[in-house]
């Protein structure tokens, strides 16, 4: 399931004024293996008890994590043709 929709989830239970806990209680049993984990669940409750309106998460700076550069794709390919017996 998306985050997004557990966060909406999560910001309906903040207006019902449903604790952390009876929150991501009710989240398990909607979405069970697939629902957030608490920590997360405890974090959003906690933003959105705060005032916060987006269910979005805010944007991160610098590059992400899994970014590639096709200059550096383009070395590992030429490197893997040169030498096939090359693995992860």
Request: proline share 3%; hydrophobic share 30%; with cysteine.
């Amino acid at each position: 399931m998306s985050s997004l929709e557990q966060c909406a989830n999560i910001k309906f239970c903040v207006l019902l004024e449903k604790s952390p806990s009876e929150t991501l209680e009710m989240l398990k049993k909607a979405y069970g293996n697939d629902a957030m984990k608490k920590t997360a669940v405890y974090e959003w409750h906690k933003r959105f008890r705060e005032g916060r309106a987006n269910i979005k998460d805010d944007p991160r700076t610098g590059r992400p994590s899994t970014s590639t550069a096709d200059e550096n794709v383009e070395r590992v390919l030429e490197i893997v043709r040169v030498d096939r017996r090359i693995n992860h």
